[in-house]
Structures are given as structure tokens and as C-alpha cells.
């Protein structure tokens, strides 16, 4: 498609016919600010827990500005190693653990941003004060994205399937409100998938998952010995953390890696 001032388009009528017409003219400074360098990326969202019932819930991004070079990574380990399951931190075993700590290296080595919201309902319970699990997780997905995005960055999300009503408009929300917050066009679009169909969904499952299994463990509710216990243990290295409760980092840390802790006082 041409983009000079003045081009003319052709448009196809409900008859069948087509005609050639004047466009409006393109504002072609107003688009000449965004050279090929403005930062980009893809945010990967994923969450952990089931709102209705789990006192721990948790919202994790992970964010790369050239995801292709990561997801090959994977893909080719994947291949090397003939392992095509689902990553996914529910799913995990004995045996396939070696498999999600090399992806977890592959993920710690990338220019990847992961962020954490971490919810304790006994504390400060989302689902209370926004009335449904929907709007809860909805309004922990907008601070999330808001928190996680630099300035001046573009930002396409792409969100694990969640529970939601048939009239939920999750992903125009989501895109509006955190625009709105920020004051200009931040997120350009939202669009959940089955987390089956892309590696950067299960990693950040991996992520999310293995944050708020520490969560859970502080209060009892996980164990300490588990193979999810060995994994969260190893996520924990690889991303430079002691702990991710008080956001405890060491001082070699290879992931841009942020752990926020739900409020009341919350947006």
C-alpha cells in the first residue's frame, strides 16, 4: 500500500464495481516520529493459581523485544532433545525436569524482562475488592503491563487463556486502560491463546509458577521437597534471586526481573 500524501484508493462498491477515489491525505510527519529502531516487543502473560479457591494467586510477564531468537532457541532444544510436551509447571516431573531447567538457562541467558503481582487473599484479596475473579485478574493484567512497559516502548500482549465471561472484552480493556494510564499508545493489541500453541506462554507459566510456589510455601500450603520445589529452587538461581518473597536479588543477576507484592491500595 502506498503512504504519500495524496494517494488514491481503490475501493470495491456493494455492487460488484469497483471505482477509484481520493483518500484522505496521509499526515505523513505525524508518522515519520517512529523510526525503524523504536523499541518494540512481545509481552508473554501468564497466570498461576485459581483465583476462586487458592489464597496465593499470581500474574507474570514475560516481555522480549525479539522473541524469534529465544523461541528458536527452544525450538531447536526441543528437537534435540525430542521433547514436545507442554511446558507447564502443573504438569512437571521427575523425569522432564532436566528439560525445564536447560529452558530456564536458555530463558536467564535472553534480553528478556520478566515482572511478577503476587496476590495473597488473606492479606489483600483482589476478587474482594473488584468484585469478581474476572475484573480481579483483568485489573492485576493492566498494573502488570503498566509496570512492565518502558517508556516510549510499543508493546504487543499475548495472554494465556483465562476463565472468562461470553460479553468479556478483556483484551480491549486491558489495551485501553493501560493506554489511558500512560498517557499514549503503549499496547497496540491483546490476544489470548491456548498456551499449547506458543513456548513463550509456557515459559512464562514456568516463571510465574515458580514465584508463586514460594508464596505457597510460606504459608504452608507447598512442600519443600518436590520436584516443583527443586525447580522453583533453580528458577530462583538462574534469575539471581535468595528469595523472591522480599524481592531478595544476588548480586549476579542475568534477567531483568521485577516481584510486586498485591496491595489494597492497588490500582
Known sequence: MRSDVGYRALRTLSKGRAQSEDAVPLQRDRFAKLTTSHPTAIAFLDES???P???????GCLKLAQPSVLLRQVR????QQHFYEELHFSRLTKGSLP??????RLVASSEAQFSCFVA???AADPVGRFGSTFRAYEKLAIQLLIGSTWPGELVTVLADEFSMPDNSTFEETVKTEVNNRLGRLAVTNVCRLDSRSIDG???ADILTSAVAFEFRQSVGSAGVKSVK???ASH?????????FLANNRTIKQLLATNIAIYRQGSR
Do not use: N, P
Open 53 to 59: 479457591r487458592d489464597r496465593i494467586f499470581a500474574v
Open 99 to 104: 528439560f525445564y531447567i536447560d529452558v530456564l
Open 76 to 79: 531447536k532444544l526441543r528437537d
Open 201 to 203: 506462554l509456557q515459559m
Open 235 to 243: 528458577v530462583r538461581q538462574e534469575l539471581g534471586f535468595t528469595s
Open 229 to 231: 520445589a527443586q525447580l
Open 120 to 122: 495473597d487473599r488473606k
Open 49 to 51: 493459581g485459581s483465583m
